[in-house]
């Protein structure tokens, strides 16, 4: 759990997915339309992926784990809670207040 949250406060969006998982292509393509430059975390190519997804499941209570997005050191969600944001507004107000965009 330790290494999730020290990862996910270095940097302004960070997004913990699969390589493979066709949701987490759609959170990080959403993001670069944006214009937000996210750290990915592609939990089937590090070598402690397994240990931090197992940290993600207890910090969603839920699996699938991923995709997780933290946005200004907090977890936001998954998909369903990224979407409800983007659709109802309030997604690049939080990435404007995270420093994640400039205009």
């Known amino acids: 759990m330790d290494r999730v949250m020290r990862l996910a406060s270095q940097k302004a969006v960070v997004i913990f ?37 197992k940290a993600l499941v207890k910090l969603l209570g839920r699996n699938p784990s991923v995709p997780v997005v933290f946005i200004g050191g907090k977890l936001v969600g998954s998909t369903d809670r990224v979407m409800a944001l983007h659709l109802g507004g309030k997604l690049t107000p939080l990435l404007r207040e995270a420093g994640a965009l400039w205009l």
């Open 17 to 53: 997915s699969l390589s493979s998982c066709c949701m987490c292509h759609t959170i990080k393509r959403l993001f670069c339309e944006l214009g937000v430059n996210p750290a990915v975390y592609e939990l089937d190519e590090d070598p402690r992926g397994r240990e931090m997804e």
